[in-house]
């Protein structure tokens, strides 16, 4: 059987396809800039300026796509911020002479990243490795809900700092599976700018930091620049208690991956450390503030 060659729009496919031991070919796609010394204010401000123009966040790499020759090319329809817009997939179908099969994700809960892997695992011919990766992944996320918890404190996970934007999608469903009850968002909704009035209205008992594609450090820089000093927020009741974390999520939390189920066991040990003490989460994943 001749072996698919396989492009990926978005790195979760790529760290899945990876985790399934396929040989995946370069992505073929990138930034139009370099977000990794801007402030979220800044990449916000740009984002909105590209976007008020309609120009592109992201631009194709035409050589590395004409030289992989694709089979397969996978992107997702999630959100165009982070993910290929829909019109970058079309001219990758253009410029190809041999059309390639299109698979887009679109989870939006735990379930549908699970669907994903079943999907992707067939698509790529690994179908026995995706049914036992998803043994184990089913397995985590069990442990995770058969604990038996009694106070749950109320969570707010915020996406992004200047300006606010809660964490929908999975996350919401992760902070529920960790032993908290979710804040102003629900499951599979999309995030969206908040007010920090809708944060004071929901007066949660911890906030949990995770800026779309930060790791903490760079969360923790955010912080500092940003609400450190500001006086609404120091009122807040996670603030006057000492339940604010930084955690890494573009890791663990940004992208439909199957790393979002490490992102569940850094929960539980924030929400809950005497209960999870024993999971083991990476040392680097998240901090108090």
């Known amino acids: 059987m001749k072996e698919k060659r396989i492009v990926s729009f978005l790195p979760s496919a790529t760290e899945l396809i990876y985790e399934l031991d396929a040989v995946n070919k370069p992505r073929v796609i ?10 979220s204010k800044e990449i916000d401000d740009k984002i909105c300026s590209l976007s008020e123009k309609g120009e592109d ?14 089979d397969v090319i996978i992107s997702q329809e999630i959100c165009e911020v982070c993910s290929a817009y829909t019109n970058q997939v079309k001219r990758a179908v253009d410029i190809l002479d041999n059309k390639p099969e299109i698979y887009s994700m679109s989870p939006h809960n735990i379930q549908g990243i699970l669907q ?15 049914v036992e990766l998803l043994k184990t ?46 804040m102003i968002t ?47 927020w120091n009122k807040l009741r ?28 850094i929960l539980g040990k924030i929400l809950h450390p005497e209960i999870f003490s024993s999971l083991e989460v990476p040392s680097d994943s998240f901090l108090k503030i």
Not at 57 to 70: E, G, H, M, S
Request: with cysteine.
């Open 57 to 70: 966040i992201y631009r194709l790499v035409q050589k590395n796509l004409v030289d992989a020759k694709p």
């Open 30 to 39: 990138e930034s139009v800039f370099n977000p990794e010394k801007m402030s």
């Open 116 to 130: 994903c892997v079943k999907e992707i695992s067939e698509i790529i011919d690994e179908s026995h490795k995706g």
């Open 238 to 265: 996670a603030v006057k208690q000492d339940k604010v974390f930084a955690v890494d999520a573009n890791s663990f939390f940004s992208k439909p991956s199957i790393r979002i189920f490490t992102g569940i066991e």
């Open 137 to 182: 992944l089913n397995s985590r996320i069990s442990i995770m809900k058969e604990r038996k918890i009694e106070n749950r404190p109320k969570v707010l996970g915020i996406e992004w700092i200047k300006p606010f934007f809660t964490a929908g999608h999975w996350v919401p469903e992760m902070i529920e599976c960790a032993g908290g009850i979710n």
């Open 186 to 232: 629900k499951s599979e909704e999309h995030s969206r700018k908040m007010k920090i009035e809708e944060i004071e209205d929901a007066d949660p008992d911890v906030l949990i930091l995770m800026p779309c594609g930060f790791n903490v450090e760079k969360t923790i820089s955010e912080y500092r620049n940003f609400l450190e000093n500001d006086s609404r």
